[in-house]
């Protein structure tokens, strides 16, 4: 079975639209800025339900509780199979108050050494045509989606 992630696409009108997105931690993703950006997101366990998943990986990813009216998003499945379901919420939030949880990977590769790094390492407001050239391209489809519905 695909693994499946749960999160939130946070958006303000302000003065155009934009979305808030953020990079992704660690030494792999250390140099990479296009299509690497994404919501925050995480897995979550099947007991969990995916929009409370979605509320609770925001706030871990971030240090910010996300409150509002949820809008469902298509379902998209990113690269290697995994599904992600996310919805949309107005809100704003100052990009640089943001603190992630960590994670530890054995760093460099193969050293029997452990290092932590941070799940994001930075978020930033876009605007539409910034986000589809930062975001993961398979979650282009919330962008139009949102463009559609509030441009």
């Known amino acids: 079975m695909a693994k499946q ?90 990009e640089a108050t943001i603190h992630s949880n960590t994670f530890a990977i054995e760093w460099p590769p193969r050293s029997g050494k452990a290092q932590r790094f941070p799940e994001i390492d930075k978020a930033a407001w876009f605007t539409i045509t910034e986000d589809k050239l930062k975001i993961n391209p398979a979650q282009i489809p919330w962008l139009e989606e949102l463009e559609a519905s509030y441009s």
């Open 5 to 94: 992630s749960a999160g939130l696409l946070v958006f303000r009108r302000k003065p155009a639209l934009q979305v808030f997105l953020v990079h992704p931690g660690g030494p792999y993703f250390a140099k990479k800025d296009l299509s690497s950006w994404t919501i925050p997101k995480g897995e979550y366990p099947s007991h969990e339900q995916p929009l409370e998943a979605a509320k609770r990986e925001f706030h871990e990813e971030t240090g910010t509780f996300i409150d509002g009216v949820f809008i469902p998003l298509p379902t998209v499945k990113q690269k290697g199979g995994k599904i992600i379901l996310a919805w949309a919420v107005e809100a704003d939030l100052d």
